[in-house]
Structure formats: structure tokens, C-alpha cells
């Protein structure tokens, strides 16, 4: 019996806008979903800004957070985080088939990807019970929200390497009374974003039983985003 070897993508798409990300996820699942592309892991950080998920609660955003930091309420779950430079970003969109199609194992073969990759640094991350995430500590360092469409998944992970994290202070992360965040900065010095996109890139394989994964130009995914509007213009 011949066995199927499990390809990942990975692009590592640098700074791009919230809205725009939203964009690309959408257009990407659709070719998801019809096998135009492979499984794919989307690398990239953020502005500033604040999300919500489809059922968060808006008294989670706290009145002295910095006003020009823009809000979106999105098709996520999970309550209210932040995103912005230093911060990495990883949205998978992958199928999820077999014995994959279980949101409970998804959620924690994403905390185990992120365990491993901070243990690369000698960083002890940690699970707590009935929560989603990794502390380090009584401190959380990484945050998880996904969407599930027809069991292909966008959305997905941010974990703090040295973002400004007075930033947090406008918020309640992720809804958890007291939460208080940290960062591998905090931990260790001189670790950069592409350090751990690389630790991340290759744990995220390994946890997720790819046999290969390969780098995917940017460009590519973008020109899904202009065939979805011209598409949309077309039916308009």
C-alpha cells in the first residue's frame, strides 16, 4: 500500500494589515476547500490592533486602551487579544480529514506546536486546565482562536516574542480575569521573529504529521484575493 505524503506550505508573508489577512484567509479556504492549493501555514505579524471573536464580550475592552488602535469583530472564537509587531502570527489553513475532524485535537496539537518551538529556547511553556493557550509561568504567552469552515480551518495562533506589551493593558486577554501577558523577550534575549517562525515553521510540521514542507511564494496567494474580487464583481 502506497503511503500519501502530507505536504505543508508555508509563507511567511512579513506585515500585512488585519483586513487584508481577513481577505487573503477567506479567498485561501475557498481554494482550500476545492483543492486548488495544499495546506498551507501563514507566517506574518500584525499592526496594532484589537479583535474580538464572533461572541466576545465588549466589556473586555477597557476604556484607556490607546484610541487609535483599530477594533474588528471576527468569525473566531474566543474573547478579545491584541496584535502587533513583535508579535508572531501563524493562521493554518489546512483540511482537517479522518481523525483530524476534531476541534478538542486541533486546538491542543496547536499548543503542543507552540510548546515545543519555545522549548527550542529553553523556555518552559504550560497548559492550564479548562483554558485555551500557553503561560510561561502565571503569565500567558501565547493565544489561540480559530474558525472551521466545512473542517478547513483559518484563524489560528499569535505567540509573543517582543511586542510592546503595554498594549494588553487595554484590554482583558482573551476574557480571563487578572490574566497578565508575557514574552520570550521577558525570558531571553536576542531572539528575533524569524528565529522562532523558523522553530515554529518546523514543530508545526512535526506535531501535525507533515512529512514535507515547503515555501510558498506570497505573491501566489495574493493573486487569489484579486480572482475573489473579480469574481465578486462579476455576479455583482
Given at each position: 500500500m502506497t503511503q500519501?505524503?502530507?505536504?505543508?506550505?508555508?509563507?511567511n508573508l512579513g506585515t500585512v494589515e488585519y483586513q487584508a489577512a481577513l481577505a487573503l484567509q477567506t479567498a485561501m479556504v475557498a481554494a482550500r476547500q476545492?483543492?486548488?492549493?495544499?495546506?498551507?501555514l501563514l507566517i506574518l505579524?500584525?499592526?496594532?490592533?484589537?479583535?474580538?471573536?464572533?461572541?466576545?464580550?465588549?466589556?473586555?475592552?477597557l476604556a484607556q486602551r490607546p484610541g487609535e488602535v483599530p477594533i474588528y469583530r471576527i468569525s473566531r472564537g474566543g474573547?478579545?487579544?491584541?496584535?502587533g509587531?513583535?508579535?508572531?502570527?501563524g493562521y493554518?489553513?489546512?483540511?482537517?480529514?479522518?481523525?483530524?475532524?476534531?476541534?478538542?485535537?486541533y486546538l491542543r496539537n496547536l499548543e503542543e506546536a507552540m510548546l515545543r518551538a519555545l522549548a527550542d529556547f529553553d523556555i518552559q511553556g504550560m497548559r492550564r486546565e479548562g483554558l485555551?493557550?500557553?503561560?510561561?509561568?502565571?503569565?500567558?504567552?501565547?493565544?489561540?482562536?480559530?474558525?472551521?469552515?466545512?473542517?478547513?480551518?483559518?484563524?489560528?495562533f499569535a505567540l509573543n516574542v517582543c511586542p510592546d506589551l503595554s498594549y494588553f493593558r487595554g484590554i482583558v486577554p482573551c476574557g480571563?480575569?487578572?490574566?497578565?501577558?508575557?514574552?520570550?523577550?521577558?525570558?531571553?534575549?536576542?531572539?528575533?521573529?524569524?528565529?522562532?517562525?523558523?522553530?515554529?515553521?518546523?514543530?508545526?510540521?512535526?506535531?501535525?504529521?507533515?512529512?514535507?514542507?515547503?515555501?510558498?511564494?506570497?505573491?501566489?496567494?495574493?493573486?487569489?484575493?484579486e480572482s475573489n474580487v473579480a469574481e465578486e464583481r462579476r455576479d455583482a
Open positions: 500519501i505524503t502530507r505536504i505543508l506550505s508555508v509563507a476545492s483543492d486548488a492549493i495544499s495546506d498551507t505579524e500584525h499592526p496594532h490592533v484589537f479583535t474580538l471573536g464572533r461572541g466576545a464580550d465588549e466589556r473586555f475592552l474573547e478579545v487579544t491584541y496584535h509587531p513583535g508579535q508572531l502570527v493554518p489553513i489546512i483540511k482537517l480529514e479522518g481523525r483530524d475532524r476534531d476541534v478538542h485535537r485555551t493557550g500557553i503561560w510561561v509561568g502565571a503569565k500567558k504567552i501565547g493565544s489561540i482562536g480559530v474558525g472551521i469552515k466545512r473542517w478547513t480551518t483559518c484563524h489560528g480571563i480575569d487578572g490574566c497578565e501577558m508575557t514574552s520570550i523577550e521577558a525570558h531571553r534575549d536576542r531572539i528575533s521573529i524569524d528565529e522562532f517562525a523558523t522553530a515554529m515553521r518546523s514543530r508545526f510540521a512535526e506535531v501535525f504529521d507533515y512529512a514535507e514542507n515547503g515555501t510558498v511564494d506570497p505573491a501566489t496567494l495574493w493573486q487569489l484575493v
